[in-house]
T-cell receptor
Framework: AQSVTQLGSHVSVSEGALVLLRCNYSSSVPPYLFWYVQYPNQGLQLLLKYTTGATLVKGINGFEAEFKKSETSFHLTKPSAHMSDAAEYFCAVSGGFQKLVFGTGTRLLVSP | NAGVMQNPRHLVRRRGQEARLRCSPMKGHSHVYWYRQLPEEGLKFMVYLQKENIIDESGMPKERFSAEFPKEGPSILRIQQVVRGDSAAYFC?????????????FGPGTRLTVL
């Protein structure tokens, strides 16, 4: 069975600061990993995904994540936060038949 | 190319009534997934359907919940005799194939409130 742990239900940064959202996974098979963003009262939008190959994955809006098998991690980063990045971020692992198993989410707050 | 459509966006039901949530996948997608998001929680998988087939319903409550994806028309998630604990956001996603590397595209969700 797969599971995802997102450390920190809330993360606060200042505009222009580094964004780091943590995600650790558990999987009995090679994982496929995803980061989604959810803006208030909207659906989820894919930021990036790791399937195979290069372990550093670049996504939309300047976000990237690195798959580290030895640490079972897939942390999301962005060098410089923007006010528009304020949202909820979900890490997910595929659980067979493309069923996604989500973490509990991290709410990113960006202050001016 | 229109995205995943869900309607209604908001649904209010009294305890004991039925709720019907509809999902139209993206054009060309024949795989539909339903997820439920309880307040302050992540999304939980409910069911995976292809046209006229339920592939995986391991996340569906055993009673009162059912889902279908007919040959024609949208996928329907049906909740009979709703209770307050059913209040949640229900999201539908679609993908073009069964590959685990495919992206699931999510709709805007239906927010169900049970009074």
């Amino acid at each position: 069975a797969q599971s995802v742990t997102q450390l920190g239900s809330h993360v606060s940064v200042s505009e222009g600061a580094l964004v780091l959202l943590r995600c650790n996974y558990s999987s009995s098979v090679p994982p496929y990993l995803f980061w989604y963003v959810q803006y208030p009262n909207q659906g989820l939008q894919l930021l990036l995904k790791y399937t195979t190959g290069a372990t550093l994955v670049k996504g939309i809006n300047g976000f990237e994540a690195e798959f580290k098998k030895s640490e079972t991690s897939f942390h999301l980063t962005k060098p410089s936060a923007h006010m528009s990045d304020a949202a909820e971020y979900f890490c997910a692992v595929s659980g067979g038949f493309q069923k996604l198993v989500f973490g509990t989410g991290t709410r990113l707050l960006v202050s001016p | 190319n229109a995205g995943v459509m869900q309607n209604p966006r908001h649904l209010v039901r009294r305890r004991g009534q039925e709720a019907r949530l509809r999902c139209s996948p993206m054009k060309g997608h024949s795989h539909v997934y339903w997820y439920r998001q309880l307040p302050e929680e992540g999304l939980k998988f409910m069911v995976y359907l292809q046209k006229e087939n339920i592939i995986d319903e391991s996340g569906m409550p055993k009673e009162r919940f059912s889902a279908e994806f007919p040959k024609e028309g949208p996928s329907i998630l049906r909740i009979q005799q709703v209770v307050r604990g059913d209040s949640a956001a229900y999201f539908c996603a679609s993908s073009p194939s069964t590959s685990e590397t495919d992206t699931q595209y999510f709709g805007p969700g239906t927010r169900l409130t049970v009074l």
